[in-house]
């Protein structure tokens, strides 16, 4: 006895009765799990064209005020522009209300030179 089924691409799996019924269910079981995968392929395909083109946000148009080079801020302070960047970095990495407890800027470039030297000397073994 020979029996057929047809998958939703238009295939065909001949299923014949004498290969016994644990042939019959690895059958089943290859097309259940190809049908599970397919599906998750198009689900997570569809999320990522979701994240990626469906929570763009439009730019506001231009309203004619100061540019940001304009603002000024106290010395040894942040501008005012800066502040509202880190703090939306901040809240769309977390993704939680956040708050931020200092920003300072080092007007001194030699700091980070500094903590590469200290980091180097640090894996050197001291005679």
Same mark, same amino acid.
């Given at each position: 006895?020979?029996?057929?089924?047809? *998958?939703?691409?238009?295939?065909?799996?001949?299923?014949?009765?004498?290969?016994?019924?644990?042939?019959?269910?690895?059958?089943? *079981?290859?097309?259940?799990? *190809? &049908?599970?995968? +397919?599906?998750?392929?198009?689900?997570?395909?569809?999320?990522?064209?979701? %994240?990626?083109?469906?929570?763009?946000?439009?730019?506001?148009?231009?309203?004619?005020? %100061?540019?940001?080079?304009?603002?000024?801020?106290?010395?040894?302070?942040?501008?005012?522009?800066? &502040?509202?960047?880190?703090? +939306? +970095?901040?809240?769309?990495? *977390?993704?939680?209300?956040?708050?931020?407890?200092?920003?300072?800027?080092?007007?001194?470039?030699?700091?980070?030179? +500094?903590?590469?030297?200290?980091?180097?000397?640090?894996?050197?073994?001291?005679?």
């Amino acid at each position: 006895m020979m029996s057929r089924i047809f *998958l939703a691409s238009g295939a065909t799996i001949a299923v014949t009765a004498e290969t016994g019924p644990m042939e019959m269910i690895k059958n089943i *079981l290859l097309i259940l799990f *190809l &049908v599970v995968g +397919a599906v998750w392929l198009l689900i997570d395909a569809r999320r990522n064209l979701v %994240a990626t083109y469906g929570g763009a946000v439009q730019p506001a148009p231009h309203t004619g005020a %100061a540019p940001i080079a304009a603002c000024t801020a106290p010395r040894g302070q942040p501008a005012p522009e800066i &502040v509202a960047i880190i703090a +939306a +970095a901040v809240h769309a990495h *977390l993704g939680r209300a956040s708050r931020i407890v200092a920003i300072s800027t080092d007007d001194d470039a030699q700091t980070w030179a +500094a903590e590469g030297r200290r980091a180097i000397y640090a894996t050197r073994k001291v005679r």
